[in-house]
């Protein structure tokens, strides 16, 4: 999740256009403009492990890309980070923030150890030959929200026909959720009116430029509303359960180092039961993570607690209420697959049993 977020360029391997099949190159190009665009605001990497006193063996150092820059949407990392549950699995980790259009190819480069990417870019990765492999999953429900004000009266997705909608462009995960919110509804971009704004879904759409913008649940719709504006909200994932985000490994770490796989996930997911405990100590351990929020003033905080706070909901479903805090759900992964290849993004047979495993998220 963003999310704030910036999901997911190459998705543009087999969107609008751009016929993949079974070459890799456009994933190399992708990213190279990813990678170009987001020099500007530089990879910024911050490491705060917290080896306990006295340890008698030397941590082993791994990097986790991030897939935005130091936000409060990351506290489970940094809890599991602050309260030493890395070091206790033997790991130093390292959190490098980029935008997520990087991460998949990092992964397979074997630059990062892991990373979070959301389940369509793991199988459209895969469909190009990627080893990449999702071991946990971070948000049970895909983020990605339609947003209104109120007084558009846009609540439905049968009030979006003829619509301006607003998205950063065709690509990511804010295009694959419109995408899939239209596909079930029997709907097609050509009944709305969608524009490439950019990442200014929430200034576009207060000042009046679109009627609607496609963001995050965690994001613009909270911002719109502590500024007093009355927002109407439609959910993807109430429409459609596409797999969301989730932490992604190369499938040879999965084969042959399954000890450091399994660590990790066990600490993070310790993390994240942490914070869903105490999210009031989460959001001060997170303090030294985010120094920018440490300085803001208290109505920022405040928000940010609200992001936080609706962060959480989506780590959590009926599904990882009965199978634990983690569990991959395969039936959203095949209608992640039918979707995208109904849709003809997916060009090539993924087998989902490659793409994911659930076998790490057992104590």
Known sequence: MRRVLLLLALLMLTACGADTGGTTTPVATAVTA???????????????????????QALRAITMAMPYTPNIQFAHFYVADKKGYYARQGLKVSFDYNYETDVVQRIVQGSVQFGLSSGDSVLLARAQG???????????????????????????????????????????????????????????????NVQDIGFTQLA??????????????????????????????????????????????????????????????QAT???????????????????????ELRKADQSTQALQKRVLQETMTYWQSDVSASQGLGYIDQHQ???????LTDSKLLKHDVDLSQAFTNQFIKP
Do not use: C
């Not at 942490?274 to 985010?290: G, H, K, R, T």
């Open 269 to 291: 997911l310790q993390g994240m039961r942490d914070v869903l405990a105490n999210p009031e100590e989460a959001f001060s351990i997170s303090l030294d993570y985010v120094p």
């Open 204 to 265: 576009a759409v207060s000042q009046g430029k679109v009627q609607v913008g496609v963001g995050y649940a965690n994001n613009e719709p909270l911002v719109l509303s502590q500024q007093g504006v009355n927002v109407n909200v439609m959910r993807v994932s109430d429409y459609y359960p596409l797999a969301s985000d989730g932490l992604i490994t190369n499938a040879s770490m999965v084969s042959s180092d399954q000890a450091m796989v399994h660590g990790f996930v």
């Open 333 to 339: 992964w095949q209608a992640t697959e039918k979707f």
């Open 34 to 56: 990813a990678s170009s665009a987001s020099s500007a605001t530089s990879a910024s990497m911050l490491s705060a492990s917290s080896e306990p006193a006295g340890s008698p």
């Open 130 to 192: 990627l080893p990449v492999v999702t071991v946990a999953t971070n948000s049970q429900k895909f983020p990605v929200v339609l947003f209104s004000k109120a007084d558009q009266n846009i609540k439905t997705p049968a009030d979006l026909r003829g619509k301006s909608v607003g998205i950063p462009g065709h690509f990511g995960a804010s295009y694959i959720g419109l995408l899939a919110l239209l596909y079930a509804n029997h709907l097609s971009e050509s009944d709305l």
